[in-house]
Nanobody, 116 residues
Framework: VRLVESGGGLVQPGGSLRLSCAASGFTFGNYVMRWYRQAPGKARELVADISSAGGMTAYADSVKGRFTISRDNAKNTVTLQMNSLKAEDTAVYYC??????????WGQGTQVTVSS
């Protein structure tokens, strides 16, 4: 199983970024996918998740209305569109695939820094 995130970077407050996670090594369309983040000195927190077929999504209260999770099961990718970014969104963002008894997998993370 391999999860590779991309798209992080430095952005000004109010700006946007689009994170992508390319998945391989498992039947992508069978599993819920999640984005987590971890800010310095804080615990890792769930940001958003999306059902296996993409019809159901859920978000942390702190990002509702600003972030959108989506997936393309033909391309084995999950995306996090982040708009109206705030300084408190600064964190390392991780893609996650919980394959239940087959294991719980993480990408290497991508840094998002929101600063003027």
């Amino acid at each position: 199983v391999r999860l590779v995130e991309s798209g992080g970077g430095l952005v000004q407050p109010g700006g946007s970024l689009r994170l992508s996670c390319a998945a391989s090594g498992f039947t992508f369309g069978n599993y819920v996918m999640r984005w987590y983040r971890q800010a310095p000195g804080k615990a890792r927190e769930l940001v958003a998740d999306i059902s296996s077929a993409g019809g159901m999504t859920a978000y942390a209260d702190s990002v509702k209305g600003r972030f959108t999770i989506s997936r393309d099961n033909a391309k084995n990718t999950v995306t996090l569109q982040m708009n109206s970014l705030k300084a408190e969104d600064t964190a390392v963002y991780y893609c996650n695939a919980d394959l239940r008894r087959a294991g719980n997998y993480w990408g290497q993370g991508t840094q998002v820094t929101v600063s003027s």
